[in-house]
Every structure is written in C-alpha cells, then in structure tokens.
C-alpha cells in the first residue's frame, strides 16, 4: 500500500511469475540458455533411468542367484 498527500491508500499488487514458471525453471530466461537448461535436464534423466535400470537388474539377478544356490 501507498500514500497519497491526501491520505487515500493506493493498493498496488506485486507482479509475479505465472504459475508454469514453477513447474519448469527455464521459461524466463533467453532462447541459448533455456536450450541448454532442457538438454542438460534430459542427459540427466537419461543416464539416472539408465541407472536404475542396470540397479534393478543386477538385485533381481543376485536374487535369483542366491534362490538357486549359487551364494
């Protein structure tokens, strides 16, 4: 809120994001950098699926190793 001279109250909102700009960080940012933001994200989710992939496989055959007696 802001004065006036004569003692009125002005009610002045704060401009803010829009809501996507919460969901994905590079929306304000300029054309260069927001394609370098998407394509280190993606690497990113590449190589930690792939992980957890190769994770899931190696318990699942340790697993059936130990089941069938191979300790």
């Given at each position: 809120m802001t004065s006036n001279t004569e003692g009125e109250y002005k009610v002045t909102q704060k401009k803010?994001?829009?809501w996507y700009y919460y969901l994905w960080?590079?929306?304000g940012k300029e054309p260069n950098?927001?394609?370098?933001?998407?394509r280190?994200?993606?690497?990113l989710l590449v190589f930690s699926t792939l992980g957890?992939?190769?994770r899931y496989i190696d318990q699942t055959n340790l697993s059936?190793?130990?089941?069938?007696g191979m300790k």
């Open positions: 803010g994001n829009p960080d590079s929306f950098e927001r394609r370098l933001l998407v280190l994200d993606l690497s957890l992939i190769m059936t190793a130990f089941v069938s």
